[in-house]
């Protein structure tokens, strides 16, 4: 084996040797390769860390990671991960998860796994498809998506991974991008540090089912124009040299798109991102093109006690090493018969 | 007042062996606690007992009707007590409903004490009777002690600063004064539990002293002044010891802490709320002192998730729910029978399919826990026999779970964990231990590599450095866990993870003979609750003469490996079980046997009677 408890680790020794079965042009291998080496700069312990998935292509990512890996069953990881938290709340375990897996057969799981702010971080790779399964539509699929299970197009309309992680009562909701191979590690590296559950969402591109599914935000050409990356007390500003910001539409509550230079619009009016403040990242997680640009980042941070704080405390109280003598004998409803 | 001995009894007190007494009122008239309250004084008193606390699945069900009846039953004697009683001799009814729904079941001659204050016009014909059961000749074959007592609690609390409403919801425990006055009962126990219970309300803890003592002391005077009479049941021989009462649910709450400690583990209980399992999940949250953490979960498959993810950390993962909460468990069962982690699953059982009847007691979840998952998933499956058998149950196991590294599905039933008995407390010297070591050793680590002799893996847990591996519901590698699609591989898996089960029978007592010989002609073969009336009713029948015998299986999955040549040696085998032919099945399959079912889906426990006049039916008059 590579590496040691304590010394200094590189990707490599976060990497197994098992051969990795993702298709070939899978947004997963950046995703991969990005956690690989940011973990090293977490200064983490690998035995102290426990990747859990659920099930589809992203749940294979445990193999991949020389951690401790927990390969489950469909949606359930959240609720696993949760077990092994109250087990040994020591441990960093890290959720990967899919569109499908943590928002329709495991929506539930998600919502009180960060409800309850138990302390984990969850990967969601969010492909708008389910792939494994060969490309039906998912629940983040937008209306009208074609697919074999819906061969005139969806007729539903999808859910957002970051408004109802808010909803839920989520303390750390993020996104990238799976090729933003630059700024994932700063948004893993947040989550890792957040006490709490923290949520962050991947666009992740399916090249086989769902290709391109993304460009309109990520292309080239449009990219500048469609991404709003936040930062914490800094404008919110987007497009080439920053010339277009979001402010609050005066008389209603709501973001608009503005350009700075038009209409009067200064570098004043436009919103600061504050990442504590809920209502602003509501707002903030559910824009969408063309109207407004799709926010990455930090959407919302704000730290609360930990579910893990909670059983704790009572614990300690309790101190868990009571004799068996005084579980059988307590109470006084005993009686002695003579021999 | 303190509660007052057994001395300075009248003479004219009638010596009976056994008694059975139904406590039925409305669902809030407080009969489970009034039963409970017997129980206990009754078994410091120091008689053997049985109870069946049998209540409706409303919490508060419309006043008066009869589907809103509670009833507790208790049956005790001065000799060892198997079963609840079959009949009620006395039945305490506190309005019309509940003498309607019990006058059927009680012995022809018994008594009935009846709080006539709620015989009203509106009442019976609540209950549906056509006219005043008090006026015609519904009670003539009955004794009836016909008190109000409504009014007699208003009396003898009329001094205390309480409503009306309130002072009325003492008369359970008017009833209960008079009853332990009937039965030669102290007091103190109850009037200590009062004062505890309502510590913050001491002037509702007062009302009810004062009407439990009023109930008594009317017991007393009438008793000079008029043919009431008392009755006295004396000790039961038991064997020395301290003692208590315990249900099944305080049991097997005991038994998992003691089995985790014997095994060196803090136990994660993952649960989710279901009746009749719910009192588990309540119990085990207010044992935080000794290990044992609690997860009330978001539903059934995230309390199971939960205890899975424990026992993968190092903990012992403890699911608990009845039947249809397993069935939605059933699919991570199959993640822990194929990662191979130790985890228990208590499942409770109630009578179904589906909601089916939440609070009435059934074991018909027996395929369920044999059989239910997809694909050839193998579990050991326990079961366990009475309140006090639910403690060394759990304890054996945490024992399989943890040596085996498997899930354990543990029986129990509605009426198990309902019921209490008095259960002397072993002495803690005496109690199992069977450590589990984790593996820690990096060198030549492979996480399915196997003990030979047990064929488990090795539980290496997350945190220890050089252990660190994948697992997971996909088939692994005979030797490194790591995915395998080997045709050959997964056919040795299958067969290994059959193998491990099917051994754990070199490891688990030989089947008993409970009572009767291996010579006798017939056998009946009992799992569950059942033995208490298959006990009595094959004692019995051996009584009246006919070669007859009782089996009763603790470990279904595997069975005892001499289960088979047992069997076999009998002409006939009669299965009872509360279900359509579970048990039945199982073991027709297992050794193709002519074994023949006596069949009970009532949500009801078995009447001796009705065992034991199928034993007369197939073997015909005692010879």
């Known amino acids: 084996m590579t590496g040691t408890a304590t010394g200094q680790l590189t990707a490599k020794d976060f990497t197994t040797d098992q051969e990795v079965r993702w298709c070939p042009g899978c947004g997963d291998y950046a995703i991969l390769k990005c956690v690989q080496r940011t973990l090293p700069e977490l200064g983490v312990r690998r035995e102290n860390t426990v990747f859990v998935s659920g099930i589809g292509c992203a749940a294979r990512f445990p193999y991949y990671m020389s951690t401790y890996g927990f390969h489950t069953i469909h949606g359930r990881a959240p609720a696993i991960a949760t077990g092994i938290k109250l087990a040994n709340p020591d441990l960093d375990v890290w959720i990967v998860t899919g569109d499908g897996d943590a928002l329709s057969i495991g929506g539930n799981h998600l919502i009180h796994v960060l409800r309850r702010n138990v302390d984990v971080q969850i990967l969601l790779f969010n492909n708008e498809i389910y792939g494994l399964t060969k490309g039906q539509y998912s629940p983040t699929s937008r209306r009208g998506t074609r697919s074999p299970s819906t061969p005139k197009g969806s007729v539903e309309n999808p859910i957002s991974a970051a408004a109802l992680a808010l909803g839920a009562g989520g303390r750390f909701v993020a996104r990238t991008v799976d090729t933003h191979q630059k700024r994932m590690p700063q948004i893993l590296k947040r989550a890792y540090e957040h006490r709490g559950a923290s949520l962050v969402e991947i666009l992740q591109n399916c090249n086989v089912f769902n290709d391109k599914v993304f460009s309109h935000i990520t292309d080239k050409s449009v990219a500048v124009e469609r991404q709003l990356h936040l930062e914490h007390g800094k404008p919110l500003l987007y497009g080439a040299d920053d010339s277009h910001g979001l402010r609050v539409t005066p008389g209603k509550f709501e973001l608009e798109a503005v350009t700075i230079g038009e209409n009067g619009i200064t570098q004043d009016d436009i919103l600061i991102h504050d990442e504590t403040n809920r209502t602003l990242a509501s707002l903030l997680a559910v824009m969408e093109p063309p109207a407004l640009p799709v926010a990455l980042g930090v959407i919302y941070c704000d730290p609360a006690p930990t579910y893990g704080d909670g059983v704790k405390q009572q614990e300690e109280v309790a101190d868990g090493e009571a004799s068996i003598e005084s579980l059988l004998r307590g109470g006084d409803r005993t009686w002695t018969v003579m021999g | ?623």
Not at chain 2, 90 to 101: D, H, I, R
Not at chain 2, 109 to 131: H, Q
Not at chain 2, 204 to 217: P, R, Y
Not at chain 2, 448 to 470: C, K, M, Q, S, Y
């Open chain 2, 1 to 623: 007042m303190e509660g007052n001995t057994a001395a300075a009894r009248s003479p004219q007190r009638e010596v009976v062996e056994e008694v059975v007494i139904r406590f039925a009122g409305d669902s809030g008239d407080g009969m489970q606690v009034t039963g409970a309250q017997f129980t206990q004084e009754t078994a410091i008193f120091g008689n053997d007992l049985a109870t069946f606390p049998d209540f409706p699945a409303e919490i508060r069900a419309p006043v008066g009707t009869t589907f809103g009846v509670s009833a507790f039953q208790i049956h005790f004697g001065s000799h060892e007590v198997r079963t609840s009683g079959d009949a009620p001799d006395v039945l305490v009814a506190m309005n019309p409903a509940a003498l309607k729904v019990s006058l059927d079941d009680l012995k022809v001659g018994g008594m009935i004490v009846l709080d006539e204050g709620t015989f009203n016009r509106r009442n019976i014909a609540k209950a549906g009777f056509d006219s005043n059961p008090l006026e015609d000749d519904t009670l003539a074959p009955y004794q009836t002690l016909r008190l109000d007592i409504s009014k007699m609690t208003l009396e003898a609390v009329k001094d205390l600063d309480l409503s009306k409403k309130e002072s009325l919801r003492c008369k359970n425990f008017w009833t209960l004064g008079l009853m332990l006055w009937m039965y030669d009962r102290d007091r103190r126990a109850t009037v200590e539990w009062l004062n505890k219970k309502f510590s913050k309300r001491p002037e509702i803890a007062k009302a009810n002293v004062t009407a439990l003592n009023a109930g008594h002391a009317f017991g007393e005077t009438a008793e000079l002044s008029s043919n009431l009479v008392g009755f006295t049941v004396a000790k039961t021989d038991v064997a020395p010891g301290v003692y208590r009462t315990v249900t099944g649910t305080e049991a097997l709450a005991w038994g998992l802490v003691v089995g985790a400690r014997a095994a060196g583990l803090k136990i994660m209980l993952g649960s989710y709320p279901i009746t009749p399992a719910s009192p588990l999940l309540h119990n085990l949250a207010n044992l935080k002192a000794y290990g044992v953490t609690t997860f009330q979960a978001e539903d059934e498959i995230a309390a199971v998730c939960s205890a899975i993810g424990a026992s993968y950390a190092g903990a012992l993962g403890v699911t608990s729910s009845s039947g249809p909460g397993i069935a939605l468990k059933t699919e991570a069962i199959g993640l822990a029978i194929s990662t191979e982690l130790p985890l228990v699953i208590v499942n409770t059982q109630r009578a179904g399919p589906s909601t089916g009847l939440p609070t009435k007691t059934e074991q018909s979840d027996l395929y369920l826990a044999v059989y239910g998952r997809n694909a050839d998933a193998p579990l050991p499956v326990l079961a366990a026999s009475t309140p006090t058998d639910c403690f060394e149950v759990a304890i054996e196991s945490v024992r399989i779970a943890t040596k085996y590294m498997t899930p354990v599905m543990l029986l129990t039933e509605g009426y198990l964990a309902n019921a209490a008995e008095p259960w002397r407390i072993p002495d803690t010297d005496d109690l199992p231990s069977f450590p589990v070591k984790f593996r820690t050793d990096p060198e030549g680590f492979q996480p399915f590599a196997r003990n030979a002799d047990t064929l488990a893996r090795p539980w290496a847990i997350p945190g220890t450095p050089g252990l660190e591996h994948r697992i997971g519901g996909l088939e692994k590698d005979s030797v490194t866990g790591n995915i395998s699609y080997d045709a050959e591989n997964h056919q040795h898996m299958t067969d290994v993870r059959a193998a491990k089960i099917a051994g754990i029978a070199r490891d688990i007592p030989q089947q008993e003979i409970q009572c009767g010989e291996e010579t006798d002609v017939m056998v009946l073969v009992g799992w569950g609750s059942t033995f208490g009336p298959i006990n009595q009713a094959v004692r019995q029948a051996r009584e009246e003469g006919h070669s007859v015998a009782h089996i009763h299986i603790r470990y279904i999955v595997p069975l005892p490996s001499n289960l088979g040549d047992l069997l076999n040696g009998f002409d006939r085998v009669l299965v009872p079980e509360m279900n359509n032919g579970q048990l039945l099945t199982l073991l027709r399959s297992t050794y193709a046997i002519d074994a023949e079912g006596l069949n009970k889906v009532s949500g009801k426990p078995f009447r001796v009677s009705e065992i034991l006049d199928a034993i007369r039916t197939r073997m015909g008059d005692a010879s």
